[in-house]
């Protein structure tokens, strides 16, 4: 009498493996497709909270906060005094926050090192990153200056439009190629209106406008570009590895063309947007630009010397934004330059057709 068989031979357990390896195969690229559009999902998520949070300003204080407020003047880190992100904290569901964050006193002021440094979930794209943000102690100890240890990082950045004019007077930025968002200026009773807008504002409509788009930080894609060496790219010179692109939620400030390793909460997309040179910023950049006050006293970056960061996103093919009348849409980073710049302002007078 034959004796039963005790198990798999050693080609039929080669081949179960082998049918193992081709499943596996099969099925992580569907897993990697389910948690891209998810990580997608969320992000369009975050701006339609951040689109939210604008209009209920607006309903609150009869316009927009300004994209970076500043204490009267431009220039390096002592000058700036908030961004919108800190205004908008109330209306997402951060109130906490901004009871500890003092919002008469700069950004850099002792009191709000530790609100500066706390994260917020709503600002970070989950395709790129839950955490992270600026270790500011080599600054501080570079520079001689007093700073928080770490400010938190975000994912999203305001449009500036298409122009990358910082100068403090922030009506002198063609109105062709002004954006929702820019500079402000910090008024009597800290009341923020020189370089803010209302809905009103908008007459190119705003649906046709973007608000605030992706700005995706500190990701190897997107390291910052040498403005002097076209194709090179800038050394961060506290670790010695490429500087990548990255802005904090509560820090803000400028930089110059001999600390070019940061970018800002602002966003163009180009850096002066006006005919015959528009000096386009495209979508999903790299090496990306870093953001730099090059003191153009013009306001309208006539000389160039000013930069400023462009939108850029993990997500394949392009990034998402919201626009003004709070809709959330998704941008093809093949979108036509000009089309991609009217997107961008306010009262450019473009028709802007499908997109």
């Known amino acids: 009498m034959s004796r039963p068989r005790a198990g798999f031979t050693l ?20 897993v990697q497709n389910v948690r ?56 997402l569901e951060q109130g906490n926050l901004r009871n500890v964050y003092r919002i008469d006193l700069p950004w850099h002021d002792p009191a709000n ?30 520079w001689n200056t007093p700073l ?27 109105a062709q190629a002004r954006g929702p968002f820019g500079v402000a200026v ?19 409509g705003t649906s ?15 390291p910052i570009r040498d403005l002097s060496r076209p194709g090179g790219t800038v050394a961060d010179p506290f670790t010695g590895q490429p500087a990548l692109m990255e802005q904090s939620w509560g820090a803000t400030g400028f930089s110059d063309l001999s600390h070019p390793w940061y970018a800002s909460v602002l966003a163009v997309t180009a850096q002066r947007g006006i005919a015959p040179n528009f000096a386009d ?3 999903n950049r790299s090496p990306g630009t870093p953001t730099i006050f090059g003191s153009d006293s013009s306001g309208a970056n ?27 849409r998704f941008a093809r980073q093949t979108l036509d330059p000009a089309t991609y710049r009217a997107l961008s302002t306010t009262a450019g007078g473009e028709v802007v057709g499908e997109w």
């Open 208 to 222: 046709n406008t973007f608000a605030v788009g992706e700005a995706a930080g500190a990701n190897p894609k997107f």
């Open 186 to 204: 910090l008024g009597a009773a800290g009341r923020v209106t020189l370089g803010t807008v209302t809905l009103t504002d908008i007459t190119d």
């Open 11 to 30: 080609v039929e357990l080669l081949v179960v493996i082998a049918i193992i390896a081709v499943l596996i195969g099969l099925l992580l690229p569907a």
């Open 148 to 174: 928080p240890p770490f400010a938190a990082g975000t994912d999203y950045a305001f449009c500036k439009g298409a122009n990358a004019g910082l100068w403090p007077d922030p009506s002198l930025v063609p």
């Open 36 to 91: 891209q559009a998810a990580a997608r999902l969320q992000c369009q998520n975050n701006l339609k909270q951040i689109g939210l949070a604008l209009h209920n300003h607006h309903d609150s204080e009869g316009r927009f906060p300004g994209g970076v407020v500043i204490g009267g003047s431009v220039g390096l880190l002592d000058d700036g005094h908030a961004t919108g992100f800190t205004y908008l904290l109330p209306y």
């Open 302 to 328: 006539v000389s160039g010397r000013d930069f400023v960061s462009g939108f850029r996103s993990v997500h394949s093919g392009g990034a998402n934004f919201v626009l003004c009348d709070g809709s959330v």
């Open 113 to 142: 090192y530790t609100p500066v440094g706390l994260r917020v979930k709503a600002f970070y794209c989950p395709a790129n990153r839950a955490d992270g943000g600026l270790d500011l102690r080599p600054i501080a100890a570079q």
């Open 281 to 283: 910023e495209p979508l």
